[in-house]
């Protein structure tokens, strides 16, 4: 009997695998970036993201001190590294055309904030990227002082110093004096 269960499950598995192995086969899983992900999806990737930062995202605290300095450092990286995707202080109403295409939808932070976030997941994240995602791993760019100086910004961005807020509100999320221009040839 116990043979029986054994070879049950067993089949039962391979039907199931081979199933999976069609239907991606399929096409009917869609690739496109345009396209609405399963509810499966979706949740396979939010809960295998939620495990990886509880369990890999540094625990220590930041080991950039908050000073103006430095939230204006985070400021001028944002400008440089983020703002194309994450936006400028205007937020979600004026994405860039870049994160208008990408899907998922990337957060525009001053409309969807990080500052409830650790400042640890924030760095994992930003230097190890997100797997299926237009998040790039900034691992192989920044040091690990910028990042943590980024993650220091995205913490305390929606509480700037003036100094500070005037520059976030100078960032702009997109190229405009390249996008005016064109080539004639």
């Known amino acids: 009997m116990l043979k029986g269960v054994v070879s049950g499950v067993a089949l039962t598995l391979a039907v199931a695998l081979i199933g999976a ?3 991606v086969q399929s096409g009917f899983i869609p690739a496109n970036a ?4 399963s ?3 979706t949740w396979m990737a939010r809960t295998s993201l939620e495990a990886t930062l509880r369990r890999a995202a540094p625990k220590e605290q930041n080991p950039v001190a908050l000073t103006d300095q430095n939230l204006l450092e985070g400021v001028q990286l944002f400008a440089r590294n983020c703002a194309v995707c994450h936006g400028s202080a205007k937020g979600a109403p004026a ?4 994160a208008k295409g990408l899907y998922q939808k990337p957060p525009q932070f001053a409309s969807d904030g990080v500052e409830d976030d650790p400042e640890g997941y924030s760095f994992w994240k930003i230097r190890h990227g997100i797997r299926l995602t237009g998040m790039p791993s900034f691992g192989y760019s920044l040091s690990g002082q910028q990042i943590w100086t980024l993650a220091l910004f995205l913490k305390h961005m929606d509480r700037l110093p003036p100094a500070v807020q005037e520059a976030w509100l100078q960032v702009q999320n997109w190229p405009v004096a390249s996008v005016n221009q064109t080539v004639k040839e």
């Open 95 to 98: 994405s860039s055309p870049i």
């Open 34 to 37: 345009d396209a609405t992900p």
């Open 21 to 23: 192995y069609a239907l």
């Open 39 to 41: 509810r499966l999806e």
